[in-house]
């Protein structure tokens, strides 16, 4: 199995501003996502970060928005732009081993709570 | 729309209880995961169902995946506090490694 760390843990931040959020994998894989949730709610997923190319958007997540970052297999940010009140939540980064079995097993790290005032 | 409805969203009951949290889409899905999650944690599988009609035990826990594979059903014999969190049925989309999650069952099991 692989360990996903995440940084920051929490943070709270005004209005206007950016964040950009660090995912480190310790170990290589093939796929990794971005997901927000509210607390106690379901996860959503924002994008899945290409290794060196663009990241692919879902349906309402923008790249101006959000952009993702993935230099490597270890390492991906996301990036919280312009935030709003709207944008508290956590985030979540996701790693998968691009395995084509069902019981492929995703990976997630201990997310991200961001507060906006 | 949710693509993965879990019922029902909240379930508070007491210790040694039985209860059983559903999860339902009018897509097929190849598999359906199960995840608990507990606050400031990410979620962590608890089991994977891949064919229709399976039938999977993890201690007190069974998990049942639909003859369609449209539907599974996660059921909680003798619940205990340790058991509370928050449920998630997850299935992929397009691959096995892109998962759509439910919306989700929080469960709170009093002593």
């Known amino acids: 199995s692989a360990v996903i760390s995440q940084k920051p843990s929490r943070d709270i931040c005004q209005r206007g501003t950016s964040l950009t959020i660090q995912c480190q994998v310790d170990?290589?894989?093939?796929?990794m996502f971005w997901y927000r949730q509210q607390p106690g709610q379901s996860l959503t997923l924002i994008a899945t970060a290409n290794q060196g190319s663009e990241a692919t958007y879902e349906s309402g997540f923008v790249i101006d928005k959000f952009p993702i970052s993935r230099p490597n297999l270890t390492f991906s940010t996301l990036t919280v732009s312009n935030m709003s009140p709207e944008d508290s939540s956590i985030y979540l980064c996701s790693g998968g081993t691009g395995g084509r079995s069902p019981n492929t097993e995703a990976f997630f790290g201990q997310g991200t709570r961001l507060t906006v005032v | 729309t949710q693509l993965l409805e879990q019922s029902p969203q909240f379930l508070s009951i007491q210790e040694g209880e039985n209860l059983t949290v559903y999860c339902n889409s009018s897509s097929v899905f190849s598999s359906l995961q199960w995840y608990r999650q507990e606050p400031g944690e990410g979620p962590v599988l608890l089991v994977t169902v891949v064919t229709g009609g399976e039938v999977k035990k993890l201690k007190r826990l069974t998990f049942q995946f639909g003859d369609a594979r449209k539907d599974s059903s996660l059921h909680i014999t003798a619940a205990q506090p340790g058991d509370t969190g928050l449920y998630l049925c997850a299935g992929p989309l397009y691959n096995f490694n892109k998962f759509y999650f439910g919306s989700g069952t929080k469960l709170n099991v009093k002593p």
């Open positions: 170990s290589q894989v093939t796929m």
